[in-house]
């Protein structure tokens, strides 16, 4: 299984991004697919996911303001960033699994400026 993250980049605060991460795996609607990030310094933070079901879930941090959503027949899941912060500054990783993140990205860097 490999997973390809893209979309990152400079942005200044305030400002969106759209993350996308490709997976090269069969059954892609039967997996859970995530994304969290990891600031210098600072531990793996949870951002958001979504369950084979479809059910969305989202860290307190980007509530309301960050949006997964996924297409099944491009095997892609997305990371809809919007009112970016400069603490929202990471390396973004996408992960999927099923009851627990088997298989990890190598992650894409998201700068936010201010």
């Known amino acids: 299984v490999q997973l390809q993250a893209s979309g990152g980049g400079l942005v200044q605060a305030g400002g969106s991004l759209r993350l996308s991460c490709a997976a090269s795996v069969r059954t892609f609607s039967r997996y859970d697919m995530g994304w969290f990030r990891q600031a210098p310094g600072k531990e793996r933070e949870f951002v958001a996911s979504?369950?084979?079901?479809?059910?969305?879930y989202h860290g307190d941090s980007v509530k309301g303001r960050f949006t997964i959503s996924s297409d099944n027949r491009k095997n892609t899941v997305y990371l809809q960033m919007n009112s970016l912060k400069t603490e929202d500054t990471a390396v973004y990783f996408c992960?999927?699994?099923?009851?627990?993140?088997?298989?990890w990205g190598r992650g894409t860097q998201v700068t936010v400026s201010s």
């Open positions: 992960a999927i699994g099923k009851g627990r993140w088997a298989y």
């Open positions: 979504i369950s084979r079901g479809g059910s969305t």
